[in-house]
């Protein structure tokens, strides 16, 4: 007997290793999202929906970039902040070509360490939002390339 699956209802897992664009998650939640106004209700439009999202992050970036404090994230999603680390970097060998010319022989010389920082962004989350990404990057890395 030969056991049929149902095809799912979920396209993102032919997708599973790559980032959902903001406007398939628009084009999946338009009709739960409803806007009331005095004649009624509507559905909210792509572009106010994008105004609402760039806003969010905005805040979200000024919060966490900008001010360096923590932000909480709405629905019990975890927190952000950016945390400052040293680098942590191994000396590299390389051939010195001109040395090695010269000389007729191999010559290595050493890259030294860096003694510099750099700013990571983190993302405390629970278990289930384990796959999940912080996406505006661009606005956080030109915010924290201001700061340097």
Known sequence: ???R????NNH?????????????V????KHSIR????????ILSYSEY???LSTFLDEVVDVVAVKQEVFKMP???GNI???RLPHKRPFHVRIDIEETKKKGEVVLYKVPILDDDYIKLWWDRPYKYSKYKVLPLKRFKEQLNKQK
């Open 12 to 24: 993102y897992k032919k997708y599973k290793d790559k980032y959902v664009s903001v406007k398939d």
């Open 81 to 83: 902040y950016t945390k």
């Open 26 to 29: 628009y084009n999946t939640i």
């Open 1 to 3: 007997m030969k056991i």
């Open 50 to 52: 994008y105004s609402i």
């Open 35 to 42: 806007v009331k106004s005095e004649r009624g209700s509507r």
């Open 5 to 8: 699956h149902r095809k799912s």
């Open 75 to 77: 629905s019990k999603m």
